[in-house]
């Protein structure tokens, strides 16, 4: 992927590393929550975008290819660049342990992935019936997710659940608009554009409450990834279904051929 389109590649993880953390940042100094809520937003900023991305640009008709590439490069990166964006971010709301974090993410990320590499390297074709019922177990445990931290934090959401929605909201959207832009403005054709403007809005909400967890705030700087997850979903979904219906000539003509 880095091979076929360097520039997509470097203009998307520039972007994706760059726009939605100093958006957090903006909004969680304008909140007025408190320091590990508002932290919370920071860290929805500066995780990486997941596969949540990959499927809306495939909905979208965008660059798919480009799309994955930039979500395994700043996946692969988190576990380096979160940490270090959290301490010049979000230092000020809260005490953040770069080491620690670091290798709270790795856990989270880089083993599991190379373990699913390992695993399916060894038994490609072998386990049908486990291809076929892990999707199911990964929703059910992103749910159990939500579940948790919206029980945990019930009362401070019952105290600015709205003003929280409009904020997170506001991050969802601003990281759209701004991550299409600017890859027009650096020169990338339509379809380059909506795929970075999808990777830049969609973030990893699961490993942002795994790390507000894992530091023991999952009631506060959980809150923002909870709400900022099934939100991006639903404007994920509106914002592919209207590039899905106004598909760039290019994309229209590799469809027909």
């Known amino acids: 992927g880095i091979i076929k389109s360097p520039k997509g590649v470097l203009v998307g993880v520039t972007a994706q590393?760059?726009?939605?953390?100093?958006?957090?940042?903006?909004?969680?100094?304008?909140?007025?929550?408190?320091?590990?809520?508002?932290?919370g937003i920071v860290l929805i900023g500066c995780s990486p975008s997941g596969v949540a991305s990959n499927v809306m640009a495939y909905l979208a008709k965008a660059n798919l290819a480009l799309s994955i590439t930039i979500t395994s490069i700043a996946t692969l990166l988190a576990p380096f660049v979160t940490p270090l964006l959290m301490k010049l971010l979000a230092g000020q709301f809260v005490e953040i342990d770069v080491l620690t974090m670091m290798w709270s993410i790795t856990k989270m990320i880089i083993l599991p992935i190379g373990a699913g590499l390992l695993f399916n390297y060894l038994l490609h074709g072998k386990t049908k019936w486990l291809d076929d019922i892990m999707p199911m177990l990964s929703m059910l445990a992103i749910g159990l997710i939500i579940i948790v931290i919206t029980a945990a934090g019930r009362d401070s959401l019952l105290d600015i659940g709205g003003m929280l929605l409009l904020l997170v909201l506001a991050h969802n959207l601003f990281g759209y608009?701004?991550?299409?832009?600017?890859?027009?403005?650096?020169?990338?054709?339509?379809?380059?554009?909506?795929?970075?403007?999808?990777?830049?809005?969609?973030q990893n909400g699961g490993l942002a409450s795994g790390i507000a967890n894992t530091l023991g705030k999952i009631a506060t700087m959980g809150l923002a990834p909870a709400v900022f997850g099934p939100l991006m979903n639903i404007t994920g979904s509106i914002l592919a279904s209207y590039w899905h219906k106004s598909a760039p000539e290019k994309v229209v003509s590799e469809i027909k051929s």
């Open 177 to 202: 608009f701004l991550g299409y832009w600017f890859a027009r403005v650096v020169g990338m054709d339509e379809r380059d554009a909506r795929t970075i403007s999808i990777e830049v809005g969609m």
């Open 17 to 39: 590393l760059a726009i939605m953390p100093i958006i957090g940042y903006v909004l969680a100094n304008i909140s007025g929550f408190s320091p590990e809520i508002a932290a």
